[in-house]
Each structure stands twice: as C-alpha cells, then as structure tokens.
C-alpha cells in the first residue's frame, strides 16, 4: 500500500497530483495536430462509426450520478455550441424515478468512473429498452457499463482509489471535450474555435502543473477555514458544474456543509444567507459571464461578505477592485476547458481542510467508491 502512494500520505493527494500525467495518458494518440493542409482533429476510435448518427440525434442525454454527472454538466455547453444538437441532464436516479422520455432519435451518454454504479447502469437498461443509441464514458475497461454500451470511450485516467473522485473528473470532462470536437468536426464556422480548444487541449497537462502549484496557499486557506460550519461556492455558465463539484468535494472528505450555487440564482435565496462570517467561494475567471460574476461579487461585498474570488492570472484588480479576504490566480485557458483548472484548488482545499479536521480521507465515513446497490 505504502508503495501505491509513493511519496503522498494519501491516495486522494496522489491523486490529485497526478493530473498531468493522467490527463496526457487521457489525450494521447487522440489529438492530431495539424499542418498547413490539414485541421487539428480530435480521434476517438470507439466511437468513429457512430459519430453521424450522434450528429443526427434529436438530443443528446448525458446521465451519470455524483462527481461523474459534474463532469457532465461542465461539458454540457460546448457539445451544445460545436454539434448544435440539445443537451438535457439527467441524474440516473431521478430519470428512473421519473420514468422519463427516451426515444429512439435520442443519444444517450453514460458517464461513470467505475463503470458499475448501480443508478446508472439501470438507466442504461432503460435507454436501451427504449431504442435510444447507447455511449459509455468509463474508465474502467470491461466494467458493466462499458459492455453494456453500444460505443463509448475510455478515460485511460488510470486507477483512482481515494472515493472521493478527482483525477476521474478532469480526463471526464477532458474526454466529453474531445467528444464535442469529433461531433462539429464537420462545421467550418466553427474551425478556428475548434483549433483553438486543440491547440489548449495540448497544454493543459502542463497548466495542471502550473497551478497546482498552489497547494501549499490552499493549505493555508484550509487552516483559515477548518472550523467553519458551512462554505458556499458561488459559480455560472461552464463553471457552475466546478462550483458544485467544488462542495461535493469539501462535503464528501472535509464533512463540512458546502453548497454550489448557480451565481444567476443569488437573488432567488442565497443572498439571505450572506453576512461578515459565513466563507463563500466565487468563481470568476475570464469567459462571456465574468462580467456578471464581478457585478456578483460588488453585491456580495455591498453585504459584507467574507469573500475567496477565483480569478484569472493578473485579472485581480479588475474582478475585484475592492479587493477580497482572498485572491487565488489560476492560469487561463479556453473558456470551455478552465473547468479542468479551477477544479484543482478546490480538490487541495478540501483534501487539506479534511486532514486538519482529522477525518479519514480516502475513505469517509458511510461512502463508498461504487454505489453497486440502489
Ligand atoms: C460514488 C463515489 C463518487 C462518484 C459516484 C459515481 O458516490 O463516491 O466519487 O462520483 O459514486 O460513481 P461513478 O463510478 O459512476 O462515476
């Protein structure tokens, strides 16, 4: 055991500063780079012969439970934008409660790590029963869902241990990425985009590495915040999946009450919560809603609140000009793939506030890594 974890304490902290080298396994052989005559393009073996009829879909279901369905949610816009074909999200357990519609002109997108979560593998039985073409999202290769499915992909993020997900989520949404790529693959207008998402898809391994730089900060942070009661993480557009998957962490390891708000909702009750005391994250790197997220933040600090802004590298004086308790500088990639970087503080927040709290990290207590049962 003592040798899986290497030089880290535990595995969610291996995990966590693994990133590069799991999301390069991810992207490889998957990304082609271009030359004077040829696009960039993106390969995805599994689903090469499938991609016309996704293309073709009435819409697209992604479906997944917890951190996977997260990582659904952060992709949701792009594949939206580059394949113009609707994306609705379903939770597994709430589509089966529902007994939603499925039809045979709609795709539907299985994400899990392990591949085996109960929920989502009923609904899959589900979809399939209703015809709907069937793709998995696994990292597990043989795993019941990925047999299950008519196509997919694999993660290749290779064996994650610690329950609580983190390396699985960024080669999720890494992978979704290149989903949404291979669908607008056939779309001029959206060429330039398409390469420019390419040409930050190759860096990211290097930018993970850049910001998870700032652990020893998040440690600090973690020791400001390691007696609180509650911590909200406000977030919109391609970052509202980080805000929630931000408190899924800190709730899941840390056992601290966290909640991700969608910032557009702010008025409709959270504001009533703010005061000088309660810590409430706000996500605002550079993308079409950082505007809105600056004019959150004055509200918020109209109101006393204590704040943590997530920004942009060199963006501080303008998306908080009044300043904030605190400012932590990520680097700046595409809009759609920042999701990949502004999750990794989040994941050392947590990870250090629940070894300062004394609780068990890899396994916290009642959880377990695959809900095989109902
Ligand atoms: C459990 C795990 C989570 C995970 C979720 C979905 O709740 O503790 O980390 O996100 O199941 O698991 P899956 O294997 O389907 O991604």
Same mark, same amino acid.
């Given at each position: 055991e003592?040798?899986?974890?290497?030089?880290?304490d535990?595995?969610?902290?291996?995990?966590?500063?693994?990133?590069?080298?799991?999301?390069?396994t991810?992207?490889?052989?998957?990304?082609?780079?271009?030359?004077?005559?040829?696009a960039?393009?993106?390969?995805?073996? /599994?689903?090469?012969?499938?991609?016309?009829?996704? &293309? &073709?879909?009435?819409?697209?279901?992604?479906i997944?439970?917890?951190?996977?369905?997260?990582?659904?949610?952060?992709? %949701?816009?792009?594949?939206?934008?580059?394949?113009g074909?609707?994306?609705?999200?379903?939770?597994a357990?709430?589509l089966? +409660?529902?007994?939603?519609?499925?039809y045979?002109?709609?795709?539907?997108?299985?994400?899990?790590q $392990? *591949?085996?979560?109960? +929920?989502?593998?009923?609904?899959? @039985?589900?979809?399939?029963?209703h015809?709907?073409?069937c793709?998995?999202?696994?990292?597990?290769?043989?795993?019941?869902?990925s047999? /299950?499915?008519d196509?997919?992909?694999?993660?290749?993020? *290779?064996?994650e241990?610690?329950?609580? $997900?983190?390396?699985?989520?960024?080669?999720?949404?890494?992978?979704?990425?290149?989903?949404?790529?291979a669908?607008? !693959?056939?779309?001029?207008?959206? &060429?330039?985009?398409?390469?420019a998402?390419?040409?930050d898809?190759? !860096?990211?391994?290097?930018?993970?590495?850049? #910001?998870?730089?700032?652990?020893e900060?998040?440690?600090?942070?973690?020791? !400001?915040?390691?007696?609180?009661?509650?911590?909200?993480l406000?977030?919109?557009?391609?970052?509202?999946?980080?805000?929630l998957?931000?408190?899924?962490? #800190?709730? @899941?390891?840390a056992?601290?009450?966290?909640?991700?708000?969608?910032? *557009? @909702?702010?008025?409709?009750?959270?504001?009533?919560?703010?005061?000088e005391?309660?810590?409430i994250?706000?996500?605002?790197?550079?993308? *079409?809603t950082?505007?809105?997220?600056?004019?959150?933040?004055?509200?918020?600090?109209?109101?006393?609140? %204590?704040?943590?802004v997530?920004?942009?590298? /060199?963006?501080?004086?303008?998306?908080?000009?009044?300043?904030?308790?605190?400012?932590?500088?990520?680097?700046?990639?595409? +809009?759609?793939?920042?999701?990949?970087?502004?999750?990794?503080?989040?994941?050392?927040?947590?990870?250090h506030?629940?070894?300062?709290?004394?609780?068990?990290? +890899?396994?916290?207590?009642?959880l377990?890594? $695959?809900?095989?049962?109902?």
């Amino acid at each position: 055991e003592q040798i899986k974890k290497g030089n880290y304490d535990h595995y969610m902290q291996k995990e966590i500063h693994e990133q590069p080298e799991s999301l390069t396994t991810t992207l490889r052989g998957r990304l082609i780079r271009g030359d004077d005559f040829k696009a960039k393009s993106v390969l995805l073996g /599994g689903l090469k012969d499938h991609l016309r009829t996704i &293309r &073709r879909s009435r819409r697209v279901l992604f479906i997944g439970c917890g951190t996977s369905y997260h990582a659904a949610l952060a992709t %949701r816009a792009l594949l939206e934008e580059l394949s113009g074909v609707p994306v609705t999200m379903e939770i597994a357990s709430d589509l089966l +409660d529902r007994q939603g519609p499925i039809y045979r002109e709609d795709t539907a997108v299985f994400v899990s790590q $392990s *591949g085996e979560t109960a +929920d989502t593998l009923q609904a899959l @039985e589900y979809a399939k029963s209703h015809g709907a073409l069937c793709v998995g999202i696994t990292n597990t290769v043989g795993s019941a869902i990925s047999r /299950g499915t008519d196509c997919g992909v694999h993660i290749n993020a *290779g064996c994650e241990i610690g329950v609580a $997900s983190t390396k699985a989520y960024t080669s999720q949404i890494a992978v979704m990425t290149m989903l949404a790529l291979a669908l607008g !693959e056939d779309t001029i207008s959206t &060429r330039a985009r398409r390469e420019a998402i390419i040409d930050d898809l190759l !860096e990211l391994p290097n930018m993970v590495k850049e #910001v998870l730089q700032l652990d020893e900060e998040m440690k600090e942070l973690a020791k !400001e915040l390691m007696d609180e009661q509650s911590l909200l993480l406000f977030g919109r557009g391609y970052n509202y999946a980080t805000a929630l998957e931000g408190a899924l962490k #800190v709730k @899941e390891v840390a056992l601290m009450h966290s909640e991700g708000i969608l910032a *557009g @909702e702010m008025k409709h009750g959270p504001l009533a919560l703010v005061d000088e005391t309660l810590p409430i994250i706000v996500i605002a790197t550079r993308d *079409g809603t950082c505007s809105k997220q600056q004019s959150v933040i004055q509200q918020l600090q109209a109101r006393k609140g %204590r704040l943590i802004v997530i920004c942009s590298k /060199g963006d501080a004086a303008t998306v908080c000009p009044n300043g904030a308790s605190h400012v932590i500088e990520v680097p700046q990639l595409q +809009d759609c793939i920042q999701p990949i970087i502004n999750i990794i503080p989040l994941q050392l927040l947590a990870y250090h506030l629940t070894v300062l709290r004394g609780f068990n990290v +890899d396994q916290p207590r009642n959880l377990a890594k $695959s809900v095989t049962t109902e």
